[in-house]
């Protein structure tokens, strides 16, 4: 069977999402494995290093190698490096992005809108496809897809929607769906980055450059068009602005290389080194492309490139978290939803109106 069955019919009753809306947001982030073990590591890199969109070289090729090597030597190694940032509820990653979700759904119903807020991830669980299978169950018939993803890429943005792609392939009752590719140079979030930092500065003091590390790429996509790279650079400059910084108190680096290729320069962590060695004693380090802290920022950018820089003979290294449950941040990510949502029907309907429905349904069943 080409298509997958649909979920029973409610005829005459109201979307069993929040006060009977049938429009939903899918938040999707990247994703997580499911514990900090080789075993765990090993199906979340299969699944996140076989997407052609995240590696981009012959297909046969790198499959030979990825199932070859790769999955052989780096689910230990990556799962060492989980276990130094896992919680008790599980991975930062996760636990930050249902809490996004719940709160936006909050943030938004204060406003009278009535949305559910579901949480997806691109790999591992919960898959974007069964999340959209559960909305659909829910009565959703409106998704807007919203990636937590502030500057668009096809590695990531891209890829989300080819996951929804697939899903609606195999979908006979399509729902209608919208999607949100960038943030990047929205100014409640660049407001929202900025006010992060002086709070920072004013608890901690402030260092003597503040670093805005974004994910690295390869930079062959910049040449093929992707215009990640440009989205980072405005992001920094608009958050450069909003702080009153001058030339010279502020850099944006590139982080999390993989392979020999050549990536999008300059690196974070050789970065921080030569700031320390060429006399910079103290460094505040952002991560404004990451919308909740992670493994890259948690163990890469607060542990590794921490130990870098003091090893280089730096005295103070400061990490300012993502934006994560902020306030501010998700009045910002509401605002960027709402925005989106414009024309759809997401206030709840009044109860004459789903009497009149159920009326109506059980007069369509006499007639028959």
């Not at 979340?44 to 046969?60: K, M, S």
């Not at 691109?122 to 937590?148: N, S």
């Not at 100014?187 to 980055?193: F, K, P, Q, S, W």
């Amino acid at each position: 069977m080409r298509f997958l069955p649909e979920p029973p019919q409610r005829h005459g009753a109201a979307p069993a999402g929040p006060a009977g809306s049938d429009v939903a947001i899918l938040l999707c982030n990247l994703g997580t494995p499911d514990a900090p073990t080789a075993p765990a590591l090993r199906r979340y890199l299969a699944q996140f290093l076989a997407d052609p969109r995240v590696v981009e070289i012959p297909r046969l090729l790198w499959l030979a190698i990825l199932h070859g090597v790769i999955l052989r030597v780096r689910p230990a190694k990556s799962a060492a490096k989980y276990a130094t940032v896992w919680t008790p509820e599980g991975s930062p990653l996760k636990v930050w992005t249902e809490r996004q979700a719940k709160l936006l759904q909050g943030y938004l119903g204060e406003r009278g809108l009535r949305v559910r807020v579901a949480p997806a991830m691109r790999y591992g669980t919960p898959a974007i496809a069964a999340t959209l299978d559960a909305l659909k169950r829910d009565g959703a018939r409106r998704v807007l897809v919203l990636p937590a993803y502030p500057q668009y890429s096809g590695a990531t943005t891209a890829s989300v929607i080819d996951d929804v792609a697939r899903w609606v392939l195999q979908t006979r009752h399509v729902p209608e769906l919208r999607f949100v590719n960038r943030y990047h140079d929205d100014a409640g979030y660049i407001g929202a980055l900025a006010r992060s930092v002086r709070e920072h500065w004013q608890r901690e003091g402030r260092g003597g450059k503040l670093v805005m590390s974004f994910h690295g790429m390869p930079e062959r996509t910049l040449h093929l068009g992707d215009p990640y790279h440009c989205e980072c650079l405005k992001t920094g400059r608009l958050l450069a602005e909003a702080l009153g910084l001058k030339d010279g108190e502020w850099q944006v680096t590139f982080q999390s290389r993989f392979g020999k290729a050549k990536w999008l320069e300059p690196y974070t962590e050789p970065s921080l080194v030569k700031l320390a060695k060429d006399g910079t004693k103290s460094v505040d380090v952002i991560c404004p492309g990451f919308a909740v802290d992670c493994l890259e920022t948690l163990e890469e950018i607060a542990q590794e490139a921490r130990a870098a820089f003091l090893a280089a003979g730096g005295q103070r290294f400061a990490y300012i978290p993502c934006l994560n449950d902020r306030p501010d941040g998700m009045r910002a990510l509401a605002d960027l939803a709402e925005r989106h949502l414009q024309g759809w029907p997401t206030e709840a309907p009044h109860p004459d109106t789903l009497a009149l429905r159920r009326v109506r349904a059980l007069t369509a069943g006499a007639r028959e």
